[in-house]
């Protein structure tokens, strides 16, 4: 289940600010990922410019075409529940996930991704970059 909560601070005037945030099984998704793609949609990573403007998981306009290659899946990437790169195995589960940081891309489970983080070792992106 994907879950994209929009928070507005000072909403309607002109130094209104949208914050996404992005769960997936209630579970939220770190700061890490400039793209994240799930289910069809794709959501960008936005840094703030200003104190006020777009921040955060919001819906991207951009369509994100994801390569496949005929090579399978193997049974350890199965079993570890993710793999590097920005190919989709043959055989990945329809529920996985294709996040893309600064460094790399990956095809991760749902259930993995607060792991693979803590295995990457990946640093957090600020909201701001004012």
Same mark, same amino acid.
């Given at each position: 289940?994907v879950?994209?909560?929009?928070?507005?601070?000072?909403?309607g005037?002109?130094?209104q600010?949208?914050c996404?945030f992005?769960?997936?099984?209630?579970?939220?998704?770190?700061?890490?990922?400039?793209?994240?793609?799930?289910?069809?949609?794709?959501?960008?990573?936005?840094?703030s410019?200003?104190?006020w403007?777009?921040e955060?998981?919001?819906?991207?306009?951009?369509k994100?075409? =994801?390569? $496949?290659?005929?090579?399978k899946?193997?049974? /350890?990437?199965?079993?570890?529940g993710? #793999?590097l790169?920005?190919?989709?195995?043959?055989?990945?589960?329809?529920?996985?996930?294709?996040l893309?940081?600064?460094?790399?891309?990956?095809f991760?489970?749902?259930d993995? =991704?607060e $792991?693979f983080?803590?295995?990457?070792?990946? /640093?957090?992106?600020?909201?701001?970059? #004012?």
């Open positions: 289940m879950e994209n909560k929009i928070v507005y601070e000072q909403k005037t002109r130094s600010k949208i996404g992005l769960y997936i099984n209630h579970k939220i998704i770190s700061d890490v990922f400039r793209i994240v793609h799930v289910e069809g949609k794709t959501y960008e990573f936005c840094q410019l200003n104190p403007g777009n955060g998981y919001l819906p991207s306009e951009k994100l075409d =994801i390569a $496949s290659t005929m090579d899946i193997s049974t /350890t990437d199965m079993q570890k993710w #793999y790169g920005d190919k989709s195995f043959n055989g990945t589960p329809d529920d996985w996930l294709y893309k940081w600064e460094a790399n891309s990956a991760v489970s749902p993995k =991704i $792991s983080v803590l295995e990457l070792n990946l /640093t957090p992106i600020s909201r701001k970059s #004012y």
